[in-house]
């Protein structure tokens, strides 16, 4: 299973995620971490849904490939609750508001993943 621990990012990677939860928190939003580092066993299960297992697309990166395969992990995904759920909605005002902190923290979303943040 991927860690969700915050220490197993880079130093200051970890710093960004603290500023967004803790900007996210204010904002009335609960940001959580759902992936830092991924093994590549688990990478390569991730790859192989939408092509040779059943399931969406989930990340174009092989093992080895993705920012959360290295250690310490260059990447972290997030969910966002709001009023007590989930919300996926990832063009809707709270993850307009994590990808606003974030790009002014210097991190990057990937164009199809607006969960994953990365230097």
């Known amino acids: 299973m991927a860690s969700r621990k915050p220490e197993q990012l880079a130093p ?7 500023v967004l939860d803790k900007e996210m928190s204010e904002a009335g939003y609960d940001a959580i971490l759902t ?19 059943p399931g969406p697309r989930v990340t174009n990166a092989k093992a080895g490939q993705s ?11 997030i969910a966002i609750m709001v009023n007590g759920k989930l919300d ?15 790009k002014r923290l210097g991190l990057t979303q990937l164009s199809f993943e607006k969960a994953h943040f990365q230097f």
């Open 12 to 18: 200051k990677l970890q710093a960004a995620w603290n």
């Open 35 to 53: 992936c830092t580092h991924r093994s590549n066993e688990e990478q390569d299960k991730l790859y192989a849904q939408g092509r040779s297992e």
């Open 67 to 77: 920012k959360h395969n290295l250690v310490p992990a260059q990447a972290f995904d």
């Open 88 to 102: 996926w909605n990832t063009s809707g005002p709270a993850w307009k508001k994590a990808a606003e902190i974030g």
